[in-house]
C-alpha cells in the first residue's frame, strides 16, 4: 500500500461517471474503498475495480435501504467470499428510518456473523444515532481477530467512542465532520493510530461540487492542524494506519 492518500469511504457508482471516478482516484493514487448500497451493485463495481492498483470495492447492504431490500441479504451471503471489504452496512436509527431498526438490527447481526465465519473482513458501518446498538452487536458477534471494524462518520459520543476504541475499531473522517465543534472535539480524543480519512462522496460538498477522493487532502491537512502535526506527519499516520488495519503491504 503505497498510495499517499487514503478515502476509506466513497461512493464512486453514485457518480454521474462512475468509471471516470474510478479513473481519477487511480490515478492520483488515492487508496479508495468504493462502497457499495446494494449486493445487486456489486458486479459492476467488482467489475471496474478488480485490475486497479488503489480502488477497492466493498459488498454492502445500506441500512437506509434494508426496509425495502432486507431480501437481498441472500445474495449478499452468495458474494461475501468474493471481497475482503463490507461496507456500507450497519443501522440507522434516524427519523426516517427509525422504523425499520429492529430489521436493521436483525440484517446487521447476521452480516456480522457472516464476517465471524468468514474471518479477515474488513467492514465500514454506519451508526447514525445508534452507536451503542451498533456497538453492541459488533462486541456480541464478531470478536477483535475475526474482523475489522472501521467506523464511518461517527457521530456517537466520547464514551461510545472510547468503547469502540477497546473493541478495536477505527474511525474514517471527512472534512464535514471537522466543520463542527463536536466533531473537531471528538477528533483529539481518538488514538492517532486508529484515525483513517474518508470523503463520503457524492454527499460531502466542496463547495458547490460533490466532493471526490483527491479531496481528502484537504482532511488530511484539517487533521494535522487539529491534532498539532505537519501534513507530512498526519499523512504518514494515516498510511501506517491503513497498513495496520489490513495487515499486509496492500
Known amino acids: ?3 499517499a492518500y487514503i478515502d476509506f469511504h466513497c461512493h464512486l457508482d453514485l457518480y454521474p461517471d462512475f468509471a471516470a471516478a474510478i479513473l481519477e482516484a487511480e490515478r492520483a493514487g488515492v487508496y479508495t474503498l468504493a462502497v457499495t448500497t446494494t449486493p445487486k451493485a456489486w458486479a459492476r463495481n467488482y467489475e471496474l475495480t478488480r485490475r486497479t492498483k488503489s ?5 454492502g447492504l445500506h441500512p437506509q435501504l434494508v426496509h425495502e431490500r432486507a431480501d437481498e441479504i441472500a445474495l449478499w451471503d452468495e458474494l ?42 474488513i467492514l465500514t458501518v454506519h451508526s447514525v444515532r445508534s452507536a451503542k446498538l451498533v456497538l453492541d452487536l459488533i462486541e456480541a458477534n464478531l470478536p477483535r481477530d475475526r474482523g475489522r471494524v472501521v467506523m464511518h462518520w461517527f457521530t456517537g459520543s466520547k464514551s461510545e467512542a472510547r468503547r469502540a ?29 486508529r484515525i483513517l480519512t474518508e470523503t463520503d ?44 488495519l489490513l495487515g499486509s503491504d496492500e
Not at 182 to 187: A, H, I, T, V
Open 80 to 121: 461475501l467470499p468474493q471481497t475482503r471489504y463490507v461496507g456500507e452496512v450497519g443501522i440507522d436509527s434516524g427519523p426516517r428510518y427509525y422504523r425499520s431498526v429492529e430489521l436493521q438490527k436483525q440484517v446487521f447481526e447476521h452480516i456480522l456473523q457472516a464476517c465471524n465465519r468468514a474471518g479477515a473482513k
Open 201 to 244: 462522496g457524492p454527499f460531502t460538498k466542496i463547495g458547490n461540487r460533490p466532493a471526490s477522493p483527491v479531496d481528502v487532502r484537504n482532511t488530511v491537512e484539517s487533521i494535522a492542524a487539529l491534532r498539532g502535526m505537519s501534513n507530512q506527519q498526519a499523512a504518514l499516520q494515516i498510511r501506517q494506519n491503513l497498513k495496520s
Open 1 to 3: 500500500m503505497s498510495s
Open 165 to 193: 476504541v477497546e473493541l478495536g475499531c477505527y474511525f474514517s473522517v471527512n472534512s464535514q465532520m471537522l466543520l463542527g465543534d463536536r466533531g473537531r472535539d471528538l477528533l483529539v480524543t481518538l488514538p492517532k493510530e
Open 55 to 59: 480502488v477497492r470495492a466493498a459488498l
